[in-house]
Every structure is written in C-alpha cells, then in structure tokens.
C-alpha cells in the first residue's frame, strides 16, 4: 500500500513540475517574440527598405540612385514575386550585399501567411534563408518581413520560437503600388512625405516601405524623399542599425504598419 501511494505520489509532483516548467517556458518563449516598425521614438534616423527584389529590370537604376544620395538601404527580398531569371536575380542580390546593403527575407513567393499551413511556413522559410545565404555567398539573414505585413498572433510566435527572426514592420507608407499607371515620381515622393509627417511626425524615427519595381519604376522618387529627410537632419540606417538603437526587443514608436486585415502590428 505504501508502494502504490509513494508512486502515485511522485506521479502527481512530476505532473506539477511538468506543468510548471511547460507554464515558464511559455513565458520565456513570449519574451522572446523580436520585432520592430520603428527605430525608437526621439531617433531622427530614416531607414529605407524595398520590398519584392531583386529586380533585374530595376534595380540597376534603384542602386545608382541610392549610391548617389549615400543611402545603404534594406532589401526584403522575394524572389518568385515576378517571373525573373533567378540567376541574374541572384547576382543582384550580391552586388546589392557587397554594395553596402542588407539583404534579408521576404519568403520566395510572397503568400498570404494566414492562409496557409505551418509546413508551408516552414517551406518558405528555410528556402528564403537558403536563397538569401547562397547568393550573398555567406550572409546569414535575420530580419523577416512578412508578405503584405501578415501574421497571425500564432505564426508570430511560431516565427519566433523556430526561426529566432526578427519581425520587421514599418511606419510610413510610400503606398507606391497604388500609382501603378501613374509614373509620376513627385505624386509618390509627396505621399511618403505626408505619411511621415502626420503619422509619425518630424523628430521620430522612420523605417519607409517602397517596392524595388515601383522605385525603380520612378526614377527620382528615393533621391526626392532622402533629400526632405537631409534637410530635416535625419541620419539613414539600416534595419540592423535601426533595431540596435532599440530599448526593447519589440521596438515600436509613433506611427505603426498600415492597417489591413491580419496585419501584424509590434
């Protein structure tokens, strides 16, 4: 009897250590949840990222234009997004990484994530960060931006606990794909302008959302914009730089990501 009491006592304490240990794990696991859409309120740094690249039509024109107004930027690439030859798509990455700029992860074919499976999640994943390393010849990316910004509050944590990526939002729209038939770069180049100005306001950090196509498809437009923030006395950076200067492993400031359904917002 005492042997049958003795065991199902030492059942029911490894059951509450278990339990206990799975509870602080979760907490831990919480904590561990990175992600930014902003450089920290009070910064006045502006970090520009392209989206969807490369893009062996554009970009040629993008780097001449980031070179000559001294911008290192941040490409979230993605490179099934259009039908390109990935090899030409893969030495611009290269070109872009030894040029000075970051490469990092935008998935291979851009998908809905709340749409899909987590073996999917998983597909994109580890082939987006297979891509990126190969064609950097070494470049071992950590910032991920989700397609269209989307992720349920699941897959946030999924990201987290499996990839350790860094979530990478935004705070100021260029909404440059809403001009597609307009090719008039002072219409876009005044959209980001106004979008910083009133949703973030001058004196706080921005990291500014365009696309390699769209930019590319307006010559003008970066030089325009990084010549307002020039003369406001802006420094640009990176997304590393820009999420070195953060307090917090969630980094978020005034102004946030667009609001669309399932955006994700730090």
Not at 214 to 232: C, D, H, W
Request: charged share 20%; net charge negative.
């Amino acid at each position: 009897l005492l042997r049958v009491v003795m065991t199902s006592f030492f059942k029911t304490i490894n059951m509450i250590v278990l339990i206990v240990s799975l509870s602080c794990f979760a907490i831990v696991q919480a904590y561990n949840i990175r992600a930014l859409s902003s450089c920290g309120d009070g910064n006045r740094v502006v970090a520009f990222t392209f989206d969807d690249g490369p893009d062996p039509i554009y970009d040629d024109e993008l780097m001449t234009e980031l070179r000559d107004v001294g911008i290192n930027a941040t490409f979230f690439t993605s490179p099934k997004v259009r039908d390109y030859d990935e090899d030409e798509q893969c030495q611009l990455a290269l070109l872009q990484h030894l040029d000075g700029h970051q490469i990092e992860m935008h998935t291979m074919s851009h998908p809905h994530f709340p749409k899909i499976s987590d073996a999917e999640i998983d597909f994109e994943m580890v082939s987006s960060a297979n891509w990126v390393s190969r064609c950097t010849q070494g470049h071992i990316p950590k910032y991920f931006r989700p397609p269209y910004g989307e992720l349920t509050p699941s897959q946030v944590q999924l990201l987290s606990d499996r990839y350790g990526v860094i979530i990478t939002q935004w705070n100021v729209e260029s909404d440059d794909h809403e001009f597609e038939e307009n090719h008039d770069p002072d219409v876009v180049a005044q959209r980001v302008i106004d979008n910083f100005e009133e949703k973030v306001h001058i004196g706080n950090s921005a990291i500014i959302l365009m696309h390699n196509y769209f930019a590319g498809l307006r010559p003008s437009v970066v030089t325009q914009v990084a010549n307002y923030f020039k003369e406001i006395g802006y420094r640009f950076v990176t997304i590393d730089e820009c999420y070195k200067m953060c307090e917090e492993s969630i980094c978020k400031g005034t102004g946030g990501p667009t609001f669309y359904d399932d955006v994700y917002v730090p």
